[in-house]
């Protein structure tokens, strides 16, 4: 993982301020660590795609989302328990992707691109127009907090980034393990030469569909934790620029590392949430960033000082 | 019957709209390879850039006729000085039209202010035609008519002049083209400032009905990929059958199923990209 020299303190520098920061960080900074962890691991789930396999979604996002809406729906329209919300949003972020990558899986390049980009869209036009279920541009508020939810004996912004990071360290372990299997090198060999890959005999469709729906899965992850995180979901979190704001922070961090996307996510939270203490025009800010990170650093920050993948 | 009818007219209104914005997302697709995320702000900016001209001078042709011009020209510099030196590698190409996408937007919002507007109809257009128990707005007729026209003149130079031929060249393999002496660069430029002028100018023949806000490059943008997904990537041929598709349904998804409209929009899409995955007119 530590592939250059400032690698290596640089996470463990990240690991001490993710696990003891919130000992000494006010309130208000354990929200801002807590949303990135939940945001690195749907960072982290678009990478498995478009850092390791090359397929470059641009409706990832509409995972996230719906799991988002799952926890919504069923926990204050159904009033559902903790783990059927969980564990059914869960079920419907993977069955979606499940079904959406059918669609998607044999195509490539900029049409995956575009394909996932209208996929996506339409996922947020369902989100914001289906108003009996969604509350359309109102979205659905009073989600109970997760420790109340859940029934933990403690509560608190604190509590629950630890629960969050829990589920973060675990999910990176699993996409770790991932990307290092056999199945995770088969996926990058699909990226640089899906053809080669063919005629060694490998099913690259298959092979492309399940990296889908395993971002797919993470990404819902993610979207659950975020609907206990705000306690409110709404059609934004779908939107086409919710979807590019997490392909910038996979790009902007290092594709293809699992650490980029962390850093990435860092500093995209960290650079709206302070902009927008200081100027209402942090969309126009967040515009430049797009532009100079692409100019300056078309490889990501933890990419940086390695030559450029053939 | 009349209701078919009626409905019919509406679809096909929005199917020329469409036309406008999409016919320069998919040439431009065809010569760079590229995901212009910006291409509703066009859109949104001729709109914006009309209603200032017209509140001054009261002309809409001229209103017209400056957006168009003046949103070209802020294309062909976006082409020319940032997206060019990406080659045909889409997706940098895309991550720097997601920031000029957010840019546009934030300025819009600085200059113009965020309360909606429409433009105005042109005086002789405000009434409606009857033909027998159809009645129909003369505008919406008259939008219509003028997307034919343009759509008409793009195939003539597509398919009829010496820049069009080039242009399929460089449709075709862009590295050839380039071979034989194309200046595909230049041509891209071109390409690129068109589609901007074009989405634009359907900016203001959208003007009266559609008006302007904050937000309406988002709302237009999903519509016109539809478009250019249903139709094939690079084919003219293919935004025009694919606006016609897209707007007919979307037009009676709407009335029909109000709550699932946008839904409806994927029935197309997903049928078009399970049977031929590059479109209807796209070539892989």
């Known amino acids: 993982m530590a592939e250059r020299k400032w690698h290596l303190p640089v996470i463990v520098g990240l690991a001490l301020v993710l696990a003891t920061g919130p000992l000494v960080l006010s309130s208000y900074w354990i929200g801002l660590l807590t949303q990135i962890v939940v945001l ?33 729906v069923l926990s204050t329209t159904y009033r559902a328990d903790f783990w059927t919300s969980v564990l059914t949003a869960l079920l419907v972020g993977i069955a979606l992707s499940a079904a959406l990558g059918l669609i998607v899986s044999h195509v490539r390049d900029v049409y995956f691109l575009m394909i996932t980009l209208a996929l996506g869209m339409v996922l947020w036009g369902v989100s914001y127009r289906w108003i009996p279920v969604t509350g359309g541009d109102n979205g659905i508020s009073g989600i109970p907090s997760l420790e109340a939810h859940a029934g933990l004996p403690l509560a608190g912004p604190a509590v629950f980034y630890y629960v969050t990071l829990a589920v973060f360290l675990a999910c990176a372990a ?34 492309c569909y399940l990296s889908y729906v395993i971002a797919g899965a993470f990404a819902s992850v993610s979207g ?8 409110f979901v709404s059609p934004t979190y779908l939107d086409l620029t919710a979807s590019s704001e997490l392909f910038l922070m996979v790009t902007l961090g290092g594709p293809a590392t699992l650490v980029g996307p962390l850093v990435g996510a860092g500093a995209i939270v960290l650079l709206k949430n302070v902009m927008s203490a200081y100027t209402a025009r942090w969309l126009l800010i967040l515009g430049i960033v797009y532009i100079v990170a692409i100019l300056a650093a078309p490889q990501g920050i933890w990419n940086l000082g390695r030559p450029k993948a053939g | 019957m009349t209701y078919l009818i009626t409905q019919s007219l509406n679809g096909l209104f929005s199917a020329a709209l469409l036309f406008l914005i999409a016919s320069g997302l998919t040439l431009a697709f065809g010569v760079m390879k590229i ?95 009857e033909v027998g128990e159809v009645v129909f707005p003369s505008y919406r007729l008259f939008v219509i008519a003028v997307a034919a026209l343009v759509g008409a003149a793009l195939w003539v130079v597509n398919d009829r002049t010496l820049i069009g031929a080039r242009l399929r060249a460089a449709v075709d393999d862009p590295e050839m083209a ?11 430029g071109l390409v690129f400032a068109v589609g901007a002028g074009l989405a634009a100018f359907g900016g203001v023949m959208g003007g009266p009905i559609l008006g302007g806000y904050a937000g309406i490059d988002f709302d237009l943008l999903p519509l016109a990929f539809v478009v250019v997904i249903v139709g094939g990537m690079g084919s003219l041929k293919g935004a025009v059958v694919g606006s016609i598709v897209v707007g007919m349904v979307d037009n009676f998804g709407k009335a029909l199923v109000p709550e699932l409209s946008y839904f409806t929009l994927f029935a197309p899409m997903i049928l078009v990209l399970a049977l031929k995955p590059t479109g209807l007119y796209g070539r892989a």
Do not use: C
């Not at chain 1, 691991?41 to 509409?62: E, K, R, V």
């Not at chain 2, 380039?178 to 891209?188: H, K, T």
């Open chain 1, 40 to 72: 690195a691991i749907l960072a982290m789930s678009l990478d498995i795609l478009l850092g390791y396999t090359g397929l470059p979604s641009l409706g990832h996002a509409g995972f996230f989302g719906v799991a988002a809406y799952g926890v919504a």
């Open chain 1, 174 to 207: 699993l996409m770790r393990v991932l990307v290092r299997s056999p199945f995770g090198l088969t996926l990058r060999g699909i990226r640089e030469n899906e053809a080669r890959m063919k005629s060694l005999g490998f099913n690259t469709w298959l092979h």
């Open chain 1, 224 to 231: 659950v934790l975020w609907a206990y995180y705000n306690g």
């Open chain 2, 35 to 129: 995901v212009n995320i910006a291409h509703g702000s066009f859109y949104m900016l001729g709109v914006y850039v009309a209603y200032t001209v017209i509140q001054r001078t009261g002309s809409l042709l001229l209103g017209a006729v400056v957006a168009l011009v003046v949103v070209a020209a802020v294309g062909f510099l976006v082409q020319r000085v940032f997206l060019r030196r990406f080659g045909a590698d889409p997706l940098p190409q895309m991550m720097m039209t997601m920031g000029f996408a957010l840019l546009f937007r934030d300025l819009t919002l600085m200059i113009w202010g965020g309360d909606p507007f429409t433009l105005p109809y042109p005086g002789l257009l405000r009434g409606s035609m």
């Open chain 2, 178 to 188: 380039s071979a034989m002496g194309i200046n595909v660069a230049r041509l891209s």
